[in-house]
Each structure stands twice: as structure tokens, then as C-alpha cells.
């Protein structure tokens, strides 16, 4: 188990203790445990199956740890309180949109179904602010990948969360796409808005974060601000650190 201590004298926005959760033989999550504070940005990097998926699925509240606790935005996933929900965005390889609704429509759904004030306003300007007004009106299931990635994020911070989780979001994405989502989450990496990711996109993951965790096997084998790794070698490390 690995835990983490950070200077900031604030309470943590995600405190994680011994988080666990096995699948019958199969221990998905095992013993994993972590602090980020308000406007940190961790990149989670494994290999298929090493329960990254579980872990982002446990933080955002679909999912039921066998054991162990997290706390995000001051909640407890473990306590169903609705008002998670208003603090996180999820973003991953499953956009959650309907295909057979416009852009606008998708957004109008979500802004409605989270009580925002002008339904219609905000679900306009987030299409605006990922580049999709001229798509606004067509069903998404015309769009492209990185088009659906872009309206994504949008569905996903609508809200204005105070948390992002984001699952592989590079999934699938050709090299436009992946540069567009990487120039949105950088604008939405701010002072006040705490995000993970887990990804297999090395270069993406230390170019965007403040730490990066490796995990396998369900546990975290190494945590370390990105500034103290050595990008060269990081790769190498990572192969390493698989091997144990």
C-alpha cells in the first residue's frame, strides 16, 4: 500500500483508505490508498485488466468497494448522496449520449436532469465552447469519434463539477481529435477543479498531470510527482515496475 502526503494544509477534495474491491478470485482493487487536493491533476497508467476501470467506477459511486473507503468533494461514495453526483463529471470511452437525440438535445437532457438555472443557455454555450455550434442540431449518431469525445465533455462538465473522472478518454481518438481533448482539459485544469485519469497514452499522461500512479494487479506499485520522474526513462520504469 502506498500513501501520499501533500503540503497543502487543506483538506483533501479525494481521500482514499485501503480501497478494495475483488470479484470473486480476482482482486480488481487491492489496498489502495491516496490524497489529491483542490486543482491537483493525477494520471493513473496499467495494463488492461490492472482495475484502473474499477477504481474510477468506485470514485464516482457505480460501483461498491468490497472494502476500505473514499471520500470525494466531502462525500462518501459509499452513502448514495445524490449530491455526488452535482461534484463529479465522468468522461471515458462510453460517452453515455443518445444517438438518436441532436447535440443539443443530449445537453438540454442533462442540464434538466441536473436542475440547472437556463436549461437552454447552458446546454447552448457548452456546445459552443467545444467547437460543435454548427452540429448543434444534428443527431449525434452521425458525428465521428472525436466529435461524440468532444460533446462528451461538454455532457460531462455542464455542471461545472468540482471533480473530473476520465477513463481512457483518448480511446479510439485519431491524432486531431486526441490534440483537440488534450487543449480541452487543459483549459479545464484549473486552481479550483481536481481531475484523474487513468490512460495508456504515456506521452499524454505526464504531459497533462501534477502526479502520475502506476497500477497492476489492482495495486499501485508507484506514486510520484511528475516532476520527479525522468520522462526518458519513464517507459522503462513502467515495463519494470509491470515485471514485479
Not at 480511446?171 to 485519469?197: C, F, P, W, Y
Not at 520504469?237 to 509491470?242: A, D, G, K, P, S
Amino acid at each position: 500500500m502506498i500513501e501520499q502526503t501533500h503540503p497543502v494544509s487543506s483538506d483533501p477534495v479525494v481521500q482514499v483508505r485501503n480501497l478494495c474491491k475483488s470479484f470473486g478470485y480476482l482482486q480488481a482493487v487491492d489496498g489502495i490508498s491516496f490524497d489529491l487536493h483542490e486543482g491537483e491533476f493525477l494520471s493513473i497508467f496499467g495494463p488492461n485488466g490492472a482495475g484502473k476501470t474499477t477504481l474510477i467506477r468506485i470514485l464516482s459511486g457505480l460501483t461498491r468497494p468490497s472494502s476500505g473507503s473514499a471520500m470525494v468533494a466531502g462525500f462518501d461514495v459509499l452513502s448514495g448522496d445524490t449530491r455526488l453526483r452535482r461534484e463529479i463529471g465522468v468522461i471515458s470511452h462510453a460517452t453515455c449520449l443518445y444517438p438518436d437525440l441532436s447535440a443539443l438535445e443530449n445537453l438540454l437532457f442533462y442540464a434538466k436532469m441536473y436542475g440547472l438555472d437556463d436549461p437552454e443557455g447552458r446546454a447552448s454555450r457548452a456546445i459552443d465552447e467545444v467547437g460543435l455550434a454548427p452540429r448543434r442540431y444534428d443527431r449525434v449518431r452521425t458525428f465521428s469519434r472525436g466529435m461524440q469525445q468532444r460533446l462528451t465533455i461538454a455532457r460531462a462538465t455542464l455542471h461545472d463539477p468540482s471533480v473530473l473522472l476520465l477513463d481512457e478518454p483518448f480511446t479510439g481518438l485519431d491524432l486531431q481529435a486526441t490534440n483537440v481533448l488534450k487543449s480541452h482539459l487543459r483549459e479545464l485544469h484549473t486552481e479550483r477543479r481536481t481531475i484523474i485519469m487513468t490512460t495508456h497514452d504515456i506521452a499524454c499522461g505526464l504531459e497533462m498531470c501534477d502526479r502520475v500512479a502506476i497500477q497492476n494487479r489492482g495495486r499501485w506499485v508507484s506514486v510520484e510527482p511528475v516532476d520527479r520522474i525522468d520522462r526518458d526513462r519513464f517507459e522503462t520504469l513502467y515495463t519494470e515496475m509491470l515485471g514485479r
